[in-house]
């Protein structure tokens, strides 16, 4: 919840959206693309014309791109050769395209191959959006109003009234504008809503991408990867898409080394650490960590509710599991799928330590006032107004009527970015 929000933590990872992904959406891929285009043209890109092009167009020129670590280089080189079988199995792979900017500039500092991206870049390198909105403060008609908690919003005479508090001193303080966006993250966003309508005991529902983490092991070894100058964040991509399997995407990020994982070998070692620290060159240098996304239809959602509370009539916000049965048979069968194809992978899969994310745990969510063509009771328009609302719009991911695989920031991004248009040209 601080300035920034998830980009301080986040993995930098920018991919838009394929249309067979969101066929349910009121918008398309082409309503987003000119908003994917001035998003990235206003923020770093590492990345390369590859063969993910093909399914996820660039949006921009190629800029210079991060040097990957050897044991991507290597690995990469090794799946090329088995390109035309990987391709008939529904695989596309090719390099990561990350928020990062790559070469010095007068507004940031290159990456610098220190290997810290997992504690957090000591140069801002990895793009957050405190470093936009701390540039967008100098323009002389913004107010930045900090220290403040919004309880609940109301529309009248033609205006928007923002009732908050302060968070020192409790003070409390309201605003009034013609316009309020909304982008708080879903979670406090159906708070606000929730209570700014009163719809207790309404519940609304999370929509999630779950995740699973899958280690793989090189046929070769990669020497030297413990002493190597590198960044840390996701390597490479993968797309696998077979109409057979799913009608829609799932999208892998790939790992290489970084200073976690011995740590982690250790912990699952127990005792046994230190008769086998010796392997560990042997065991880092083939060890690839896989990142795997599901569509939020193969995932489990969170059932939110407003509760009302004895102590004032802003209400209490719960929240609730709900698992999918699909979900760990699918995450099983990519799996087995992975293992199937090992011998082109150049690579294994460790099948029992396929570790499923808790729901919400990758922070890949949203849907709780879906977007529709002719919204019904807590869903919204194209302009992400809840139905009986004109000026505010939600611009985070609250309105997406579902959560593609892979990375989501992009495309909340560009949605914010095409809402905020389309309501300043309705002024």
């Known amino acids: 919840f601080a300035k920034g929000g998830l980009t301080n933590v986040w993995g930098a990872a920018l991919l838009p959206y394929h249309q067979r992904d969101i066929q349910d959406w009121p918008i398309s891929v082409q309503d987003l693309k000119p908003f994917y285009e001035?998003?990235?043209?206003?923020i770093p890109m590492s990345s390369v014309e590859d063969d993910l092009l093909e399914d996820f167009p660039l949006y921009t020129k190629?800029?210079?791109?991060?040097?990957?670590?050897?044991?991507?280089?290597?690995?990469?080189?090794?799946?090329?050769?088995s390109k035309s079988t990987l391709s008939k199995a529904g695989f596309t792979f090719g390099r990561s395209r990350l928020a990062i900017t790559t070469?010095?500039?007068?507004?940031?500092?290159?990456?610098k191959y220190c290997t810290l991206c997992m504690y957090g870049c000591p140069y801002n390198s990895i793009y957050k959006t405190s470093l936009t909105?701390?540039?967008?403060?100098?323009?002389?008609?913004l107010t930045y109003v900090q220290g403040?908690?919004?309880?609940?919003?109301?529309?009248?005479?033609?205006?928007?009234v923002i009732q908050a508090r302060t968070r020192v001193g409790n003070e409390s303080r309201s605003f009034s504008a013609e316009r309020v966006f909304v982008g708080s993250g879903v979670v406090p966003t159906a708070k606000i809503m929730l209570g700014s309508m009163k719809a207790f005991d309404e519940p609304v529902f999370i929509r999630d991408s779950?995740?699973?983490i899958l280690p793989m092991i090189r046929h070769t070894n990669t020497k030297g990867v413990g002493e190597e100058q590198l960044f840390t964040l996701a390597q490479l991509f993968f797309e696998h898409f077979d109409e057979s399997?799913?009608?829609?995407?799932?999208?892998?990020?790939?790992?290489?080394?970084?200073?976690?994982?011995?740590?982690?070998?250790?912990?699952?070692?127990?005792?046994?650490?230190?008769?086998?620290?010796?392997?560990?060159?042997?065991?880092?240098?083939?060890?690839?960590?896989?990142?795997?996304?599901?569509?939020?239809?193969?995932?489990?959602?969170?059932k939110l509710t407003l509760n009302r509370s004895h102590k004032d009539d802003l209400g209490k916000l719960t929240i609730e599991a709900i698992k999918n049965p699909d979900t760990q048979r699918v995450v099983q069968k990519q799996g087995r799928l992975l293992w199937q194809y090992r011998r082109h992978f150049k690579a294994f899969p460790l099948l029992p330590f396929n570790n499923l994310s808790q729901i919400g745990h990758g922070n890949h969510y949203g849907g709780t006032f879906p977007m529709k063509k002719f919204p019904g009771h807590l869903e919204s328009d194209v302009l992400g107004r809840i139905k009986g609302w004109q000026r505010v719009h939600l611009v985070d991911s609250s309105t997406f009527p579902n959560i593609?695989?892979?990375?989501?920031?992009?495309?909340?991004?560009?949605?914010?970015?095409r809402i905020a248009q389309a309501s300043i040209l309705e002024l």
């Open 133 to 141: 909105l701390d540039a967008i403060k100098q323009n002389k008609n």
């Open 62 to 81: 190629a800029n210079s791109s991060l040097k990957p670590s050897l044991q991507a280089t290597q690995w990469l080189e090794e799946l090329k050769e």
């Open 404 to 417: 593609p695989p892979g990375p989501i920031a992009l495309t909340i991004m560009a949605n914010a970015y």
């Open 210 to 212: 779950q995740h699973f």
């Open 38 to 42: 001035k998003i990235l043209s206003s």
């Open 245 to 302: 399997l799913d009608s829609h995407s799932f999208i892998f990020q790939a790992y290489t080394y970084n200073d976690f994982y011995a740590e982690a070998l250790k912990n699952l070692l127990g005792p046994l650490f230190f008769l086998a620290k010796p392997m560990f060159p042997l065991i880092l240098g083939r060890l690839i960590i896989l990142q795997g996304y599901l569509h939020s239809s193969l995932s489990g959602r969170a």
């Open 103 to 111: 070469e010095s500039n007068a507004d940031a500092v290159g990456c």
């Open 148 to 160: 403040i908690i919004v309880e609940n919003l109301r529309e009248e005479n033609g205006k928007v």
